[in-house]
């Protein structure tokens, strides 16, 4: 076990506390610069989405997780993103500029939805941001000389100093990496400052936080619009990644699909952003295996056991039909998401430091660690 | 002119007079206790003077300044901070993080500066950490530093409320009920510290307080409340032996 020797207030400062973390990131982030040499086109396809997605999941993070304030319409500020992007790119403006004014401007919107939330808190909020999604979804598809209705927009190819970078490219996937180290960086910066601790005041105790002289109003708007314009970055890469955006892509499911990423990732740490990032964009592939590879090993497990070819033949054809069941990813969320919240509410990277600290005190771990003890229960009066 | 001065305050709840045209006033400097039977106003004193609830009449005043009407998040902007009866901290932060909340009005950067983590950012931090270690040793709270609040028991909660609006750099402390739940030993401590508060850090105490042994042993005067009115003002003896004061706790 290491113990850190404190000599200094910096080190309770720096964002890598030994040089351990030093080593880990620095060889993490090796293998991520070497990536696209090694992996596939496919996976590099994934790897972009889980820059993408782990962009608003850290978005989501600042607001849901550091301040409290659940949302589930992060798929309209990412639609807000995309459809600047592929706006302005129609006007001939350079990517550095509508990259910015995109994150702009869905910051301001971001503002705007936090002022009527405001009052609202819990469940309410969660309805609120819903109207919010299905108000933008009903404009993107209504205002036709922008958005272009239903017929959706093409995104032209990306193009960063007159180089033109194709949306399989390694400099795309760079660009996406970038963006989410960025990302990263900037709300560590804003955790370890009084805005970031403004933040979690606010999620604990609204009062306490007040009396403190943390003006509450504004830290949640301060919120809503940081978190609103990290998705429209994300937004922006999303639209390139995909080269083609129609509202249907930014539907209540999305914005579910990014609650998840927290929610399995780990609502109370970076960390959590990124690990459900890689679970949310790596289930596709394995459902597309559910679907073509499942129902052939179990109609080759059933004839082991002795089942005849016509048996195994109907186990095969009825697996398959199951597999492809129109509702079953949603199912499949469902589920995931009942089962991370009754058994592992801290998430993956909750379960990542359980499993270190079970090697770390070996053999002394004992599961009461992590368990939460209730010793009072506190006043609602003051709410 | 008072340091502190409350006017004719008042707060009705409906038909409910919890506060009814209480007058007070505070010297710099001093300890002031606030005293009374359950249900007599005491809290909603406190609750009024940090905005919680706004009153229903009367006014505030602070070193001059009326601070009636001020936004809650101001009132510790002016200096003066407070704690809570049943204790509202930050459940899911270390120690440390709790009490650096409680530098927040004196922070001064802004959004752009703290997302670059310049160095006037990196050089602010030190300083609120500085204040924060400071607090630390005046309370005895090294033990707890990065520990999360929710893992601590009760007695060193109270503490750790303390040791918040202590970080803040108050001119003047509301403590609702310091020593409610906390043994004889850690009511003992609690005495001591807030003496110390007004000696050493030149703090203004105002205290609603049960516990008369510690209402005796730190006020310089106490108030006596029943029914959201002033039954008697004065020293600590003085108030005790008050025919109505004993008519209120043992009844006439």
Redesign the interface.
Known sequence: MRFLFKTDYEDDIKLFPHSGYVVTYGVLLALLLIAPHVLSSYLMSQLVFVCIYAIVGVALLILTGFTGQASLGHAAFLAIGAYTAAYLQKYNVPFPVYFLAAGLLTGIIGAMVGFPALRLTGIYLVIATISFALIVEEILARWESVTHGNEGMRVKTLSLLGVAVPRDSPTFYYLCLAVLVLTIVGTLNLLRSPTGRAFVAIRDSETAARSMGVNVALYKVKSFAISAAITGFAGVLFAHKLSFISPEMFTLQLSIEFIIVILIGGTFSLHGAVLGAIFIVMIDPFLTYLKDDMPGIIAGIAATFGAGTATAGNIEAKVAAFASLNGLKGAIYGIIIVLFVLFEPLGLYGRWLKIKLFFQLFPLYKRATFKRQKIYVKSERNR | MSYFRAENLSLHFGGLKAVDAVSFAVEKGEILSIIGPNGAGKSSIF?LI?R?YRPTSGRIFFEDQDITEQ???????LGI??T??????????TV??NL??????H?T?Q?WQ????LPS??AN??VH??RV?QVIEFLDLEPYRDKLI??L??GVRKVIELA?ALC?EPKLILLDEPSSGLNVEETGDMSFWIRDMRTELGITVLMVEHDMSLVNRVSDRVIALNYGRVLAMGSPAEVQQHPDVVAAYLGA
């Not at chain 2, 936004?71 to 902007?77: E, F, N, Q, T, V």
């Not at chain 2, 809570?84 to 932060?93: G, M, P, S, V």
């Not at chain 2, 703290?114 to 983590?117: A, G, I, S, Y």
């Open positions: 609750n940090s919680i936004p809650p998040y101001d009132i510790a902007k901070a407070r809570f009866q049943n204790i509202e901290l930050f459940e899911n932060a440390l993080s650096l909340v409680g530098r927040h009005r922070s950067t959004l703290e997302l670059l983590f950012v990196r931090e030190k950490r500085r270690e929710s893992g028991p009760y918040r803040s």
